[in-house]
């Protein structure tokens, strides 16, 4: 990550420029040798039809002194990105649309519920997939929707979580991760059904009529604890885990929903995020958006959030505690059901093979059994230990 800092430093005035429509900082001479990694952390960040869109691209960045490489590399992405959006929206469209007629109701989350909320053009908001949230009860009526849509369960299984795909004639796969609660620990789930976002959920018409996502102050609050998600256990991309939670792209989300934002929607960000136990963790994610883009929210709010103790908390405790055996215990007492403990410990003791390869990365050439032998081993040693796993 400190490999990086100038190169985000400088993305990150890029945003900001894009955000106020002004020009683009200035090409670095520092970056000049830096070409290969500066396109990588565009593309991590999620930013190139940002830049395009703003214009920051096409009127800054020439005059700033921007290699050609890095011009020809963000309009190829942008351009990818915004064919694919229009065929992901598509796809997305007619799950939500076949899931209402079966009279199961889903809600849109995170990157497709901004997209089509905040942005002013849904494909700048760069993802890989659609979230859709479904209750538990509706199960078997959802994957027999998903299946007749042309989808295919894919990837590991998991306690409250599933992803299905749909490949889109030769050129995209479209993945939809359906979640079965508000998060994929029964910890962090059962704090947020204290104050279930369903209560203020908004209508996307511009993804599908039937489509449905939670409010600007439950989006802020879920991108903060998914920011500190990623940051805590990483995420894989491209066969690698990466553990970063400062993406510029979740900066610019919070940027944009809390542009409107009144003195009253601070108060309630302020009460949602102490009920549900997540303060401090909306207080980090929130200085992260004013340091890197700008968002700059009123000092009295900051102060409010960071009042509260961590130990209180339970969504910031179970993110900031170091103790993956701490966890499990958490999300084990917390499970809604015999069924979601089953889960737990079959995930625990017997993941799956994505999880198995991204933490031995090194040992991917190895069969199945031996990566599960190891994981059960090493577990067990920790635990006897008393060792964090």
């Known amino acids: 990550m400190n490999d990086n800092r100038s190169i985000d430093q400088y993305l990150a005035a890029c945003v900001r420029a894009a955000l106020c429509h002004t020009r683009a900082p200035e090409w670095p001479a520092l970056l000049a040798e830096r070409q290969q990694a500066i396109a990588r952390r565009i593309d991590f960040h999620g930013l190139p039809l940002l830049f395009v ?6 009127g800054g960045w020439p005059d700033a002194g921007a290699p050609e490489s890095i011009h020809r590399h963000i309009q190829s992405e942008a351009r990818q990105q915004a064919v694919w959006e229009a065929s992901h929206a598509q796809t997305s469209a007619t799950l939500i649309e076949a899931l ?4 199961v109701a889903s809600f849109v989350m995170k990157g497709t519920a901004l997209a089509y909320s905040v942005y002013g053009n849904p494909a700048v908001r760069r993802r890989g997939d659609t979230d859709l949230l479904i209750a538990a009860e509706n199960k078997g009526r959802a994957r027999n929707v998903l299946r007749e849509c042309g989808f295919e369960p894919v990837g590991d299984k998991r306690a409250l979580q599933e992803s299905w795909a749909l490949r889109a004639g030769k050129s995209f796969l479209h993945e939809v991760d359906v979640h079965w609660d508000l998060s994929a620990s029964p910890a962090v789930s059962a704090a947020l059904n204290l104050d279930h976002p369903s209560f203020r959920s908004v209508s996307l018409p511009r993804l599908s009529p039937s489509a449905r996502a939670f409010g600007p102050i439950d989006n802020v609050i879920h991108i903060c604890i998914n920011r500190a998600a990623h940051a805590r ?8 885990t990466i553990c970063d939670g400062d993406r510029l792209i979740w900066a610019v ?8 934002f009144s003195g009253g929607d601070w108060d309630d960000l302020i009460s949602i995020a102490r009920s549900v136990g997540a303060s401090l963790l909306v207080a980090d994610a929130l200085d992260f958006a004013d340091q890197s883009v700008g968002l700059d929210y009123p000092a009295e709010v900051r102060s409010a959030l960071v009042k509260s103790n961590p130990d209180s908390e339970p969504i910031t405790s179970y993110f ?23 889960g737990l410990l079959r995930q625990h003791l017997w993941p799956g093979p994505d999880f198995l390869r991204a933490k031995y990365p090194a040992l991917r050439s190895r069969s199945l059994g031996y990566l ?9 040693r920790k635990m006897v230990s008393g060792r964090n796993a």
């Open 372 to 380: 599960r032998g190891k994981r059960l081993l090493d577990t067990v």
């Open 320 to 342: 900031t505690t170091r103790s993956a055996r701490t966890r499990f215990w958490q999300d084990y007492a917390e499970a809604s059901s015999s069924s979601v403990r089953l």
């Open 53 to 58: 869109d703003c214009e920051v691209f096409e």
């Open 100 to 103: 209402h007629a079966r009279s």
């Open 253 to 260: 989300d919070l940027y944009l929903l809390t542009q409107s």
């Open 233 to 240: 256990f990483g995420y894989l991309s491209a066969g690698e």
